[in-house]
């Protein structure tokens, strides 16, 4: 093989088209039945935008962009989010102008430099939506109830929503402090990604993988909220438990990326291993100014397509496909093939998948081709047929075949197809 696919990328075919669909498809419609609109940002973007959002110190930014100098010298980056792509395009689109209480949403590729394994690879695809302009804890509820839906409208239900609130600025300035004592205590042991962490980026290690055992005594966030922090998780929580949606307080979730303020959370499924985060998003009050807007409080959602797909797998779900080879027609003869090629019109037209011979083969070819592809149905048109203006309809699955008079050919094949 002279060409292959770059490590941690995948290709998409085949019965795996399927769950992208369903995938992508249950997304859009549940974001339009909230009235959240599509936005389409670029796949690459100037890399300053990444590193003043999702963090100069983050894993991100540190490790696993994909940067790359232009012909012109400037510092370009493949996008390994899509948060800062639609602040940025609300900034530079003037999207103020319609008022706040916006959403946006968006299906497509990031792009993140990270060791791949199951569930996670170097492009991947996520649909998520973004809500711009609500400060009140009525968005975040509003923003968990519509990704629970999301999910279970998809099938899924061995999923837990872990929610956690790391605060504004101000508190989070307290609980670093305290953070700072806690692990001083023990630096000594902590893992060197930890040891670095502790002077540039203190949270992160409540979620390293190495040092988790010390994250479980650690302070807690919650304990160090400001009144207004306090109150807004506590309305949240108080939403959340009146409507009845499960959530796990989960002290140690604090996220990767550094832009998020009050309000995180992530969905974690029971049947993935080691990358078990399908979704994952919370509030970024912050985010705006520190882009060069004023300050608009934000917040949304990203899930991941592939392991939500893998999560559908884990669970069993049967996914709607569509058999686009449905009715194949094989054709004899240039006069006939002229006259599959008009019927195969009148098919589509009728919203049937169709299938013309254009590989001049033998009529057994031609079958035995259509039943590879999975064909249900042939058409069968030669000299003969033509000549009784008829054509033949075989089931490929039976081998039972009828005469159909030509000139109701469209009807009679509609039909019988809508009675499978
Ligand atoms: P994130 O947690 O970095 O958040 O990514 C969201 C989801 O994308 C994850 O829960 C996971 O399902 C999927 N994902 C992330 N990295 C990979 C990978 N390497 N391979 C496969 N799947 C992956 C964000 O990206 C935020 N922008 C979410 C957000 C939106 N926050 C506010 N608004």
């Not at 893998?310 to 054709?331: D, F, W």
């Amino acid at each position: 093989m002279k060409y292959r696919r770059i490590k941690g990328t995948n290709d998409i075919f085949g019965e795996e088209i399927w769950y992208w669909r369903y995938v992508e498809e249950t997304f859009r419609n549940v974001c339009e039945s909230a009235g959240i609109e599509e936005i389409r940002t670029p796949i690459f973007e100037q890399t300053e935008l990444f590193v003043r959002s999702v963090g100069e110190e983050s894993d991100i930014v540190q490790k696993e962009m994909y940067t790359f100098q232009d012909k012109a010298g400037r510092s370009i980056t493949l996008r390994p989010e899509g948060t800062a792509p639609v602040v940025r395009a609300f900034l530079e689109n003037s999207l103020v102008d319609r008022g706040f209480q916006q959403r946006y949403y968006y299906v497509g590729p990031m792009f993140r430099y990270e060791k791949p394994q199951s569930g996670r690879l170097r492009q991947f695809h996520q649909v998520g939506f973004e809500i711009i302009g609500p400060e009140s804890p009525k968005a975040d509820f509003e923003m968990i109830i519509l990704v629970d839906t999301f999910l279970r409208r998809l099938g899924l239900t061995k999923y837990k929503i872990h929610l956690n609130s790391i605060g504004c600025p101000v508190c989070r300035k307290n609980y670093r402090e305290a953070l700072k004592e806690y692990y001083g205590q023990v630096l000594d042991n902590l893992c060197d990604d930890c040891k670095r962490r502790y002077e540039t980026n203190i949270l992160r290690l409540l979620d390293c993988k190495v040092d988790h055992e010390y994250a479980l005594n650690a302070p807690k966030s919650v304990d160090y909220l400001c009144d207004s922090c306090r109150a807004h998780h506590k309305k949240l929580k108080e939403y959340l438990n009146t409507f009845e949606i499960e959530y796990v307080e989960d002290h140690t979730l604090v996220r990767g990326l550094d832009y998020y303020t009050r309000t995180v959370f992530e969905v974690r499924h029971e049947g993935l291993g080691a990358q078990n985060a399908i979704a994952g998003g919370g509030r970024y009050d912050g985010l705006f100014a520190e882009l060069g807007g004023s300050s608009v409080p934000a917040l949304g959602f990203a899930g991941g397509i592939e392991r939500i797909i893998l999560a559908l797998k884990a669970e069993g779900i049967e996914i709607p496909m569509k058999n686009v080879h449905l009715v194949y027609i094989a054709t004899l003869g240039e006069k006939a093939f002229m006259d599959g090629v008009q019927l195969a019109g009148e098919l589509r037209k009728k919203g049937l998948s169709v299938d013309v011979d254009i590989m001049d083969r033998k009529l057994s070819g031609q079958l035995k081709h259509a039943s590879r592809m999975g064909s249900r149905y042939a058409v069968i048109i030669g000299d003969e047929e033509l000549e009784k203006g008829i054509v033949i309809l075989r089931d490929l699955e039976t081998g039972d075949q009828v005469e159909i008079d030509r000139d109701f050919a469209a009807d009679y094949i509609a039909e019988r197809v809508s009675k499978d």
